[in-house]
C-alpha cells in the first residue's frame, strides 16, 4: 500500500510499486517545461506544488498532457517568468486566479491555493482564498488529489486527500464528496474519459452517485458549451469511440439530448472504410446524430441537431460538415443496397460526403455480414474509383458540334460511366468518341 511520501510507479512486470517521491521530480525534469520549472520553483517565494492529472500520470508512469502547478501567491509572476524562459505566452484567467502558459510542446497551467463553493448546481463555483487542503479536496476525483511539493525543504513530498493513493494503487476512481456530480455535472464526463483512457474500475459507491445524478436530471443545470468541451476532449482521445460508446451505455448522450446515440459497431467498421483524406472526428459527431437525421422531416429535429453542433463549438465550417454527414449517411444507408448499375453507383456517391458513404456501407456490413457486397462496392469507390476523371470538357463537345445545352452533361455522363467500367481506354480521344457516340 503506498504512503504519504511516496511515488507510485510501474515495476517491470507492470504491477504498482513504491518509491521515494523525488523520483516524481526526476521525472518531471525530462518532461517539456519540466526543467524550467523546477528552476524557477526553487526562486519562488511560498509552496509551489505540482499536483492533479499530471502527478497522477507520472505516479502511472505516464507522460502527461498539461502540468498543473499550485502556488500559495504570485501565479502571475511564474507564470510571465515560465513564459519568458520556455519562449512562449503566458494567458492570464483574474477570476479563477489561474495562467495558462504554452509553448511549443509544452503546457503549464498555474493556480492559486484556492477554495471553491457553488451557490447552486451546475454553476461555475465561486473562488476564495484556501488552504492547500482545501486545494486538494475542490478536485474532482481522489487520483487527481495528489501533490509533489517542487523546491526547498519539502522537495519531493507528496501530500494527498484522504486515499488518495490507496486509489491509485488500485486503480480505482472515486469522487471526493457526495455531492461532485451536482456541483459540476461536467465531471461525469469527465470520470467516463478518464475511465477508459486510464483503464480505471470506478468505485461502487461514485457509480451510485453517478446513477442517481443522471436520473435527477442534472445535466440539464449545466449549459450545453461546457458539455460541449468535455465532449471535444472525449473526441481527441486516443480511443475516442470508447469514451462515445462507454456515454452511450450510461445513458449520458441521451440524458444530455433526446436522440442523440452512438452505435459504436457500426463507427468502428466505417473507421476502417474511411480513406486517409476523410475526417474522423467529423464522422464521429455525424455518427452521433444519425437517429436524429432520420426524423428531419418533422419541425423540432433540425434545430436539435444545429443546437447540439452549437454547444460542441467546432472549427467553423466542421458544424455544417457534420450535419450533411449525418443527413447524407441516411441518404446513404436507403440507397446503398438497391445499387446495381454504374449510374446507379453515381447518383449515389456523387455529392454525398465520403463520412456519409463509410457510414452506410458498414451499416450495411453489420446488417448482411462481413465483406458485403456494399462494403466492397464503397471502398472500391473511395478507394479508387472517386480519382478516376474525365480530360475532356463540355467545350471539347461544343467544338466537336454538340449543341449547348443539356445534351452536353448527358454525353459527358455517358462517357464518365464507360470510363468506370473500364469499357473505354482514359485519354482524350477516346473519351471524346464515347461522348460523341452516346445515345441521347
Do not use: C
Not at 157 to 176: F, K, N, S, T, Y
Not at 227 to 240: F, I, Q, T
Not at 380 to 387: D, P, S
Not at 389 to 396: E, R, V
Amino acid at each position: 500500500m503506498a504512503r504519504t511520501g511516496e511515488y507510485v510507479r510501474h515495476d517491470e512486470a507492470g504491477g504498482l510499486t513504491t518509491s521515494d517521491g523525488a523520483i516524481v521530480l526526476e521525472r518531471l525534469r525530462s518532461l517539456p517545461a519540466g526543467s524550467e520549472l523546477l528552476t524557477l520553483a526553487e526562486s519562488h517565494e511560498g509552496s509551489i506544488e505540482l499536483v492533479g492529472g499530471a502527478v497522477r500520470d507520472i505516479m502511472l508512469g505516464l507522460a502527461p498532457r498539461e502540468l498543473d502547478v499550485i502556488v500559495e501567491a504570485n501565479a502571475r509572476q511564474l507564470a510571465s517568468s515560465l513564459a519568458k524562459q520556455l519562449g512562449g505566452e503566458a494567458v492570464f484567467h483574474e477570476r479563477f486566479g489561474t495562467a495558462s502558459v504554452q509553448a511549443g510542446g509544452a503546457s503549464v497551467d498555474i493556480a492559486t491555493i484556492r477554495s471553491e463553493s457553488y451557490r447552486s448546481p451546475g454553476m461555475l463555483p465561486d473562488v476564495g482564498p484556501g488552504t492547500p487542503e482545501n486545494d486538494l479536496r475542490r478536485r474532482d476525483f481522489s487520483v487527481n488529489a495528489i501533490a509533489v511539493s517542487l523546491a526547498g525543504e519539502r522537495a519531493g513530498q507528496v501530500r494527498a486527500a484522504q486515499g488518495a493513493l490507496e486509489d491509485l494503487v488500485a486503480r480505482r476512481l472515486r469522487v471526493l464528496h457526495d455531492a461532485g456530480f451536482s456541483d459540476d455535472p461536467t465531471r461525469m464526463l469527465r470520470l467516463v474519459r478518464y475511465a477508459v483512457r486510464l483503464g480505471f474500475e470506478v468505485e461502487p459507491h461514485t457509480a451510485e452517485l453517478f446513477a442517481a445524478a443522471l436520473d435527477g436530471g442534472v445535466l440539464k443545470t449545466v449549459t450545453g458549451q461546457r458539455l460541449g468541451a468535455e465532449l471535444r476532449l472525449a473526441l481527441a482521445e486516443a480511443d475516442p469511440p470508447s469514451s462515445l460508446a462507454e456515454l452511450e451505455r450510461l445513458g449520458v448522450l441521451r440524458a444530455w439530448q433526446p436522440g442523440v446515440s452512438f452505435d459504436v459497431a457500426v463507427v468502428r467498421a466505417a473507421l476502417e472504410i474511411l480513406p486517409r483524406d476523410g475526417s474522423p472526428r467529423v464522422m464521429l459527431v455525424a455518427s452521433l446524430l444519425l437517429e436524429l437525421a432520420r426524423k428531419l422531416d418533422r419541425e423540432e429535429t433540425e434545430p436539435a441537431m444545429r443546437g447540439f453542433l452549437y454547444d460542441l463549438e467546432l472549427p467553423a465550417g466542421e458544424a455544417d460538415r457534420a450535419f450533411a454527414v449525418a443527413v447524407g449517411a441516411v441518404f446513404a444507408m436507403d440507397h446503398v443496397d438497391s445499387i446495381d448499375t454504374t449510374s446507379d453507383l453515381l447518383e449515389l456517391t456523387l455529392g454525398t460526403p465520403m463520412e456519409s458513404l463509410a457510414l452506410a456501407a458498414a451499416a450495411s456490413e453489420l446488417e448482411d455480414g462481413p465483406g458485403s457486397y456494399a462494403r466492397r462496392l464503397v471502398e472500391e469507390w473511395l478507394g479508387r474509383l472517386r480519382h478516376i476523371a474525365l480530360q475532356i470538357t463540355g467545350d471539347d463537345l461544343i467544338a466537336a458540334g454538340v449543341a449547348e445545352g443539356p445534351e452536353v452533361g448527358v454525353r459527358l455522363e455517358e462517357s464518365y460511366r464507360l470510363l468506370l467500367e473500364e469499357r473505354i481506354e482514359p485519354g482524350r480521344e477516346t473519351e471524346l468518341r464515347a461522348a460523341l457516340e452516346a445515345r441521347v
